[in-house]
């Protein structure tokens, strides 16, 4: 009996049995179990084609409801005295499935292992490891990204402290403070812009409630939303040193005016 199927992989079209579907061999020649003709019936062709379903997906279920037939129907006919024939196909068909599973499964991680070595590295900037270095070389790469994270923890913590200092003198914005961080601040220290009692083991958090207080408050313009205070400060002080005859500082080049260079003091700005 030549059967059409269809491959579930690659859509091509054969026959069971040749070529490519040598798989299913015989499977749908077995004799389909008698029913009365009627619309959405088990007629034999709706049986090879629930079998042949059941090869492919391995799923009742799905192979029932594929060909538009009520999974408990197939049920049925498996419990019928005359569907042993059904009942074999079936059961090599779930066989043919487990198979066809295991291969794909093999065949699905060796397609990953081959895309993931053409695949550049993931950066460590993105929280995954890069490429280890070779023994006895340093590993650059670590020691930039931990360079990074430091210098984002300073400018975090001082953006914090500057704005501590600016509130270090009411009171209301002091308890404020205190009550919606939970940290308990020597307003001190925070005078003269001082390490605060939890820096050297907390680390900042842009969602913790100081973080966000101090964004919020323009401490933190330059990276985050709301008010540049930073910014109005050096434009501030430009303006000072302008006033006095001294070089602006050009923010952000590196470039140091020749008041503050080697041997410079506060005292030289003055």
């Not at 070529?19 to 049986?47: C, H, T």
């Not at 990204?145 to 210098?151: G, M, P, S, T």
């Not at 020597?186 to 966000?212: G, Y």
């Amino acid at each position: 009996m030549s059967i059409p199927v269809i491959c579930d992989r690659c859509r091509s079209t054969g026959i069971a049995g040749e070529a490519d579907f040598s798989n299913l061999g015989d499977l749908l020649e077995f004799d389909p179990v008698p029913v009365k003709p009627r619309v959405n019936g088990w007629d034999p062709e709706a049986q090879r084609a629930f079998v042949a379903l059941l090869a492919a997906t391995g799923s009742k279920r799905r192979a029932a409801v594929a060909i538009n037939r009520a999974p408990h129907g197939a049920e049925q006919l498996m419990k019928r005295p005359d569907g042993a024939g059904f009942r074999a196909a079936v059961e090599r068909a779930l066989e043919i499935a487990a198979e066809n599973g295991a291969m794909k499964l093999a065949q699905g991680i060796a397609d990953a292992a081959a895309r993931n070595a053409q695949l550049t590295p993931p950066s460590r900037l993105r929280g995954l490891p890069g490429p280890a270095a070779a023994p006895g070389e340093p590993d650059d790469d670590l020691g930039l990204v931990q360079e990074l994270r430091d210098r984002i923890t300073l400018k975090l913590r001082m953006a914090r402290r500057l704005y501590l200092q600016e509130i270090g003198d009411c009171p209301g914005k002091r308890a404020a403070f205190e009550i919606l961080t939970g940290f308990a601040v020597d307003w001190d220290k925070a005078r003269h812009l001082e390490e605060q009692p939890d820096e050297p083991w907390t680390v900042p958090n842009f969602r913790k409630p100081d973080m966000l207080l101090t964004g919020e408050n323009g401490w933190l313009g330059d990276i985050a939303h709301g008010p540049n205070k930073l910014e109005e400060l050096r434009h501030a002080l430009n303006d000072y040193l302008v006033t006095i005859g001294k070089a602006p500082v050009e923010w952000g080049t590196g470039k140091v005016p020749d008041w503050a260079g080697k041997g410079g003091s506060k005292e030289d700005a003055q």
